[in-house]
């Protein structure tokens, strides 16, 4: 019963290279969504999926990309990252009005 | 637009003592409202939600929540804390889209 899976769970960048941030979910939900988690500023809504094949930016979409491969997949993209994407990711599915959480990704840029 | 203000980014309480976090919501209809929780490390665990059914509202470990229109408030409450329940809680609002905004926290510290 995995629920919402995260891959990597930690990760350190250098300034200006890319990576993809991988999320699954075996719970069959059409919802999915990526958050960066920040002291002091909470979660915030990056871009989210209400359904396979479409894509709707968030609060703060700048520097980022996603993908909707399939219903079960969502992944988070830096193209070229900056110091000012070290974070906390946060990949969520959602059924009804319930979200439910992966474990998050702890992502460092220098 | 949607958001929600948690007010107090920190509270400390006695074990044994009332727990009040506050959130107050801003949206332009009827919204849904949530209180989730996050242990150190881990991530977000849904606590209880409001959907329009009973304004009080019950949910894990002891906590609840009240929905007042009037004050467009959904404040959590538990009438006695326990150590295990330090974490820190986010309450969120979703109008009938599929946005969930979150408020910036509340980091509860429970003394012995």
């Known amino acids: 019963n995995a629920g919402v899976t995260q891959t990597p769970k930690f990760q350190v960048l250098k300034t200006g290279q890319s990576m993809t941030l991988q999320c699954a979910q075996d719970?069959?939900?059409?919802?999915m969504y990526w958050y960066r988690q920040d002291p002091g500023m909470g979660l915030r809504l990056i871009y989210y999926?209400?359904?396979?094949?479409?894509?709707d930016k968030g609060e703060v979409p700048n520097g980022y990309n996603v993908s909707r491969l399939n219903k079960r997949e969502f992944s988070l993209r830096l193209e070229s990252a900056a110091p000012s994407q070290t974070s906390v990711y946060f990949c969520?599915?959602?059924?009804?009005?319930?979200?439910?959480f992966g474990q998050g990704t702890r992502l460092t840029v220098v | 637009a949607q958001s929600v203000t948690q007010l107090g980014s920190h509270v400390s309480v006695s074990e044994g003592a009332l727990v009040l976090l506050r959130c107050n919501y801003s949206s332009s209809v009827p919204p849904y409202l949530f209180w989730y929780v996050q242990y150190p490390n881990q991530g977000l665990q849904l606590l209880l939600k409001?959907?329009?059914?009973?304004?009080l509202v019950k949910g894990i470990n002891g906590f609840e929540a009240e929905f007042k229109k009037s004050e467009t408030s959904f404040h959590l409450t538990k009438p006695s804390a326990h150590m295990s329940d330090a974490a820190e809680y986010f309450c969120?609002?979703?109008?009938?889209?599929?946005?969930?905004?979150f408020g910036t926290g509340t980091r509860l510290q429970v003394f012995p």
């Open positions: 719970m069959n939900h059409n919802s």
């Open positions: 999926s209400a359904s396979e094949g479409t894509t």
């Open positions: 969120a609002v979703s109008e009938d889209t599929d946005k969930l905004i």
């Open positions: 969520a599915s959602k059924y009804g009005k319930e979200a439910f």
């Open positions: 409001y959907t329009s059914a009973a304004t």
